[in-house]
């Protein structure tokens, strides 16, 4: 049979907006089908051009195929529900790209298997310190902080962080054009906390200065890079690695360990919200292409505000003293300084109202008058002033005297 891989049909339909991994991937996904149904997909899309505008060949042509894809799924024994399933999008999505209407059952009592579990805060916490690589570490944190997939992290270059990593913004965004995300979503954006935006400062500062095109996730040894980024599974084995040597997973016989690097991904997940949170949001940052994200706000300040309030969720060290903490810390300082203020003013007040009293006081006793408050509000005559002060100072003196 000629090469069904290459075929061009087949590159027809996944140059409509398909990453290259996911390229690759729906190629060998589709070859075991067209073997199987011994027809190169080319005469298909042939044989359904010929009979489209016949209402019974073409009747005829699509109750064949939806008969074929159904006994070739459900002889999937192997496969669970779910996996048939998805085979089952994956062949209708060749023929939907051709607008081959099939409608095939879908497997029965679908179910999804979940081999990983939840990360937890202080698993990360013991992952990060056990990471030697400042590289390793800062792809594994930015995962959990960004919600990003391995396949677009590697992908970032310089011009992606470049805005608000030179300027210190936090939270800081990292721009997602389209071709970097999966099923070529629409160009978006997400963002990283404090946390990651230091290991980065540190990872990026002896590389400095880089150019716009420059990648931020390089092989660390020169050379060992085969296509224009690393390839995600260098990060996985090594995520894998220091999960199993800290005893926080262990191998399962062929099946999937419990925790894998994509769990960093599902603690954004998980852990990405606040009270009253738009998950939409979320949904937005990491990838996905909803009805909720399709008309989601576009405002970037909004989203930086959704982020950082998350973000006390979300974030893998919790700083000492929290933020709500701080705020609190700053009111209360706040209304001790007006109270100090307060009273400062009230003191030389009474300060100021105790030195005329006891001016009051000795000139009542000067002039020779026995209830000084007979005395307020008279003016003192000019030719008194100086005699007064003159003994007020020998009073004064007087008094020093006694003390000593």
Known sequence: MRDIIASKSITFWLNKGYAETTKENYRKGTRPFFEWAETHPDD???????VKYDIRLREQFIDEWTEKVEEYVFGLKDYTPRSQEQELTLIVSFFKSFKIPIEPDKPKHTYVRF???????????????????????????????SGLRP?????????????????????????????????????????????????????LKPKLPLKAKDQIFNPQRKGRM????????????????????????????????????YCLRKWFNNNCRYEGFDTSFKEYWMGHNTTQTAHIS???????????????NLRIYKPAISVESIKEQETRI????????????????????????????DLADFLGIRDWK??????????????????RKEKLKAKQDKKS
Not at 298 to 312: I, V
């Open 334 to 361: 706040e209304e001790l300084e007006k109270a100090l203020s307060e009273q400062q003013k009230l003191t030389r007040e009474l300060l100021q109202f105790r030195e005329t009293l006891e001016t009051l006081k």
């Open 374 to 391: 007979e005395y307020v509000g008279l003016p003192i005559p000019e030719t008194m002033r100086e005699a007064f002060m003159e003994w």
């Open 115 to 145: 081999h990983n579990r939840d990360l937890k805060r202080d698993e990360i916490q013991l992952i990060l310190a056990n990471t030697a690589s400042l590289r390793d570490k800062l792809f594994f944190l930015m995962m959990a902080e």
């Open 44 to 50: 298909l899309v042939a044989d359904w051009k010929k």
């Open 226 to 261: 085969k296509g224009s980024f690393l390839d995600p599974v260098t990060f996985t084995n090594k995520f894998s690695r220091i999960v199993l040597k800290l005893g926080i997973t262990e191998h399962r016989g062929g099946k999937p360990k419990k925790i894998r690097l």
């Open 151 to 203: 396949y677009t992290l590697v992908q970032l270059r310089y011009e992606h962080v470049k805005e608000d990593f030179e300027a210190n913004k936090l939270p800081m965004k990292i721009e997602l054009p389209s071709e970097l995300l999966k099923e070529r979503v629409s160009a978006r954006w997400t963002f990283i906390g404090d946390d990651s935006f230091k290991i980065l400062k540190t990872y």
């Open 298 to 312: 576009r405002d970037l300040e909004r989203h930086k505000d959704e982020y950082s309030k998350a973000y006390q």
